[in-house]
């Protein structure tokens, strides 16, 4: 698939677009762990118009979420009983990013590890042990604004609960010579009707397979 080069890619886009951001505003100041969002779109049709062509019909599927940054930190993950808990932050679970709790919103129904998640909007997590990564797609009330005697809904994975997954799912974890600055979520290897959703940060990658559920296309 090529994801090192992908990545990189990416990664760089990303940089240059604050850099950007900064130029001829003296004082400006960016968030720690500036917001992210990968979208795809699926099951359209590319038709002719005066003007070339235009994508018609075609339906999201759209991660938001944080993305914070290395900032000289080595090791990320961890290894053997430490191995996540650095990220998690004292959560049982990875938020899969920063700040806010991480979103996929899709508007069509997916099948994912063998499992179909209907349309609609859910939380994203990423429960990590060494080499073995599992999404987990979550529907627990989310809280707006953080509110540190809130003890039931969800601010990042704060206040997780398990009884509100929807689905979990095997994700497929390599590490790479190249080292990713930036959390960085995408989608490769995108098809009419599928893509591959990655994850990647220092010298991890993982993904995992969406598929249009049959019949919706």
């Known amino acids: 698939m090529r994801v090192n080069h992908l990545f990189s890619m990416v990664v760089l886009g990303a940089a240059m677009g604050a850099v950007a951001l900064a130029q001829g505003v003296p004082g400006v100041k960016l968030p720690a762990s500036p917001a992210g969002q990968a979208s795809v779109q699926v099951g359209g049709t590319w038709e002719k118009t005066a003007d070339g062509q235009r994508y018609k019909d075609g339906k999201w599927i759209v991660v938001d979420y944080g993305r914070p940054l290395l900032r000289g930190r080595k090791d990320i993950f961890g290894s053997g009983a430490e191995y996540g808990k650095q990220v998690m932050d004292g959560s049982a679970i990875w938020r899969a990013g920063a700040n806010d709790t991480t979103k996929l919103t899709t508007q069509v129904p997916l099948m994912i590890g063998g499992k179909t998640v209907e349309p609609g909007v859910y939380n994203v997590f990423v429960d990590l042990e060494p080499g073995a990564w599992t999404l ?82």
């Open 136 to 217: 987990v797609l979550n529907t627990q009330t989310r809280q707006e604004k953080y509110d540190p005697n809130d003890k039931v809904n969800l601010f990042g994975a704060y206040n997780y609960d398990s009884k509100f997954d929807v689905l979990r799912a095997p994700m497929t974890v390599r590490t790479t010579n190249e080292s990713v600055e930036q959390f960085t979520v995408g989608f490769v290897n995108v098809t009419d009707g599928a893509a591959t959703l990655t994850m990647a940060w220092e010298k991890t990658v993982a993904s995992i397979d969406l598929r249009v559920a049959s019949g919706t296309r």
